[in-house]
């Protein structure tokens, strides 16, 4: 089993940055692909950004392509996602999941309680 802690989330301007952490529990974190995925209101969850294990390889949605940074830490059980050049359309709850595959968010095993993310136009 794997608990896991977001952070990071609060009201910002159009065109500010936050970073999002994400805190994992458990010894086997270095062995999952993890994933960022947001809701907004009224919406679907949609995939935000993935990465491998190891860290070596990434992906994300067209949405967040130049704008967004996934990174994980495996000696803190960490994984970050760094969001750059906030739009309006960035606000939504914005959730950690692990030992996953792909963008779908039906493929991940373990999920956080989200974090709030409200960008201000």
């Known amino acids: 089993q794997v608990q896991l802690t977001e952070s990071g989330g609060g009201l910002v301007q159009a065109g500010g940055s936050l970073r999002l952490s994400c805190a994992a529990s458990g010894r086997t974190f270095s062995s999952y692909i993890m994933g960022w995925f947001r809701q907004a209101p009224g919406k679907e969850r949609e995939f935000v950004a993935a990465?491998?294990?190891?860290?070596?390889?990434?992906a994300y949605a067209d949405s967040g392509k130049g704008r967004f940074t996934i990174s994980r830490d495996n000696a803190k059980n960490t994984v970050y996602l760094q969001m750059n050049s906030l739009k309006p359309e960035d606000t939504a709850v914005y959730y950690c999941?692990?030992?996953?595959?792909?963008?779908?968010?039906?493929?991940?095993?373990?999920w956080g309680q989200g974090t709030q993310v409200t960008v201000s136009s």
């Open positions: 999941a692990a030992n996953g595959h792909g963008s779908s968010s039906g493929r991940y095993d373990y």
């Open positions: 990465i491998s294990a190891s860290g070596s390889s990434n």
